[in-house]
């Protein structure tokens, strides 16, 4: 079981990125994906996640209106759409797998990928 991230890059405030979850060993039809993020010197925090069941999602409330997570089957992979984007968005990112529904909480997550940073700076 594998996850890979990818995306990452160096965006003025108000640009876009679309980071990439590509998931090996397991099929995205039946996993919950999420992605999550760490700045220096902060707590992990749950950004957007996409539900297997229903294809359902959530957002933290600061990315709310300018993020959009979306998955596709047929390429197993789950991407995440950065709008807006703010010097308060600069951390790396990672996107995780846990069976079938979504959750907040990071541990709730089984598979992790390696991360993915994103810089928001003028």
């Known amino acids: 079981v594998q996850l890979q991230a990818s995306g990452g890059g160096l965006v003025q405030p108000g640009g876009s990125l679309r980071l990439s979850c590509v998931v090996f060993g397991f099929t995205v039809d039946y996993y919950a994906i999420g992605w999550f993020r760490q700045a220096p010197g902060k707590e992990r925090e749950g950004v957007s996640c996409i539900s297997s069941s229903d294809g359902g999602t959530y957002y933290a409330d600061s990315v709310k209106g300018r993020f959009t997570i979306s998955k596709d089957n047929a390429k197993n992979t789950v991407y995440l759409q950065m709008n807006s984007l703010r010097p308060e968005d600069t951390a790396v990112y990672y996107c995780?797998?846990?069976?079938?529904?979504?959750?907040?909480?990071?541990?709730?997550?089984?598979?992790w990928g390696q991360g993915t940073l994103v810089t928001v700076s003028s």
């Open positions: 995780a797998a846990r069976y079938y529904d979504c959750s907040v909480r990071g541990p709730d997550f089984g598979a």
